[in-house]
């Protein structure tokens, strides 16, 4: 059974750099593509980075761009660093994992992903 765990999430400020992990379960996920989604409430989910198998390629969300990273293993996790936070980063952050390398241009397509986490909230404060 394929499961997938964020952790990480919590209060910042405004400013702070923050880090999320996701560490998946049920197989071995060097070759699938992972990534991060958000949703704010009252918002539609959104895409917020992604990253191929082995790491050739990422992808960022305009919002976050420049001021991110994903890191991965080649095993099972990957990571969401956020630098430079702003109150509208605030949301509940998901984990998605989909078999890679899938096409570059639907990487932000949430439902190319058939694997979700649970959901970390992270709320920044002004």
């Known amino acids: 059974q394929v499961q997938l765990v964020e952790s990480g999430g919590g209060l910042v400020q405004a400013g702070d750099s923050l880090k999320l992990s996701c560490t998946a379960s049920?197989?071995?996920?060097?070759?699938?593509?992972m990534g991060w989604f958000r949703q704010a409430p009252g918002r539609e989910r959104e895409f917020v980075a992604a990253?191929?198998?082995?790491?050739?390629?990422t992808y960022f969300a305009d919002s976050i761009k420049g001021r991110s990273g994903i890191p991965r293993d080649y095993v099972s996790s990957v990571y969401l660093e956020m630098n430079s936070l702003r109150p509208e980063d605030t949301a509940v952050y998901y984990c998605?994992?989909?078999?890679?390398?899938?096409?570059?241009?639907?990487?932000?397509?949430?439902?190319?992903?058939?694997?979700w986490g649970q959901g970390t909230q992270v709320t920044v404060s002004s």
């Open positions: 998605v994992a989909r078999g890679g390398p899938g096409n570059y241009d639907s990487y932000s397509t949430a439902g190319e992903y058939p694997y």
């Open positions: 049920g197989r071995t996920f060097s070759d699938y593509d």
């Open positions: 990253i191929s198998p082995f790491g050739r390629d």
